[in-house]
């Protein structure tokens, strides 16, 4: 499942090249592909992250609680630590970058179909990197989220009913564990971990 119409048939291409598999759907929504799944019920699912409304992880945890043995490798552009690590957490079985799609696409496939969980080195790598690291706080990820969107202090504790000096207290709890000084700085390394994303 994927938003861009050329990516789902150059998906759908190599798939069908392929003696003994078959796509049975295509959808360009998070809404969509989880009424695919229902109807369909594939062996395999791919899945992007990046969807309208309704995202790719929260069709893959939809998809996961109607059938908890639901096969899904997501194959996105998404390359942080912490978009691999909640994927994974989710229930996806493999997480492929699309820029390595023709090298691995249909062997991960088998792979996944047979009901391995194959996770590269690379993607294990920034699994290593994040578990070393501090975890932000849901109400943190929360506090950046309104920062990377341009809110002030006083904007963000409106918007979450809290006070600033709370928010002040946040945003220290951030930069600590982000190990930087500033705002931009905690949103650009957010951005780049794939913590907050701007759409």
């Known amino acids: ?3 861009h119409w050329i ?8 798939i069908a090249s392929q003696p003994d598999m078959e796509v049975v759907g295509s959808a360009a929504t998070g809404e969509e592909a989880l009424a695919l799944f229902k109807q369909q019920r ?3 699912t791919l899945m ?16 996961r609680h109607e059938q908890p043995d639901a096969r899904v490798i997501v194959l996105t552009m998404y390359q942080g630590d912490e978009d691999i690590h909640r994927a994974i957490a ?4 493999a997480y492929l970058l699309k820029e390595t799609l ?3 696409l249909v062997r991960i496939v088998r792979e996944v ?45 409106w918007t979450l009913g809290i006070s600033e000096e709370t928010v ?4 220290k709890n951030v930069f600590s564990k982000l190990k930087v000084n500033e705002r931009t700085a905690a949103v650009n390394v957010a951005l780049r971990r794939g913590i907050v994303h701007i759409e």
């Open 1 to 3: 499942m994927d938003d």
């Open 7 to 14: 990516v789902r048939e150059g998906i759908a291409l190599i």
């Open 42 to 44: 594939p062996d395999v």
């Open 48 to 63: 992007d992250l990046r969807l309208k409304t309704m995202s790719g992880l929260q069709a893959i945890q939809a998809i």
């Open 90 to 93: 989710a229930g996806a079985a």
């Open 102 to 104: 023709t090298d691995d």
């Open 113 to 157: 179909h047979a009901g391995a969980r194959p996770i590269g080195a690379d993607v294990q790598a920034r699994l290593d990197e994040r578990a070393a690291q501090p975890t932000l706080t849901s109400r943190e990820i929360q506090v950046l989220e309104l920062v990377s969107r341009g809110q002030r202090n006083k904007e963000i504790a």
């Open 168 to 171: 002040h207290v946040h945003l």
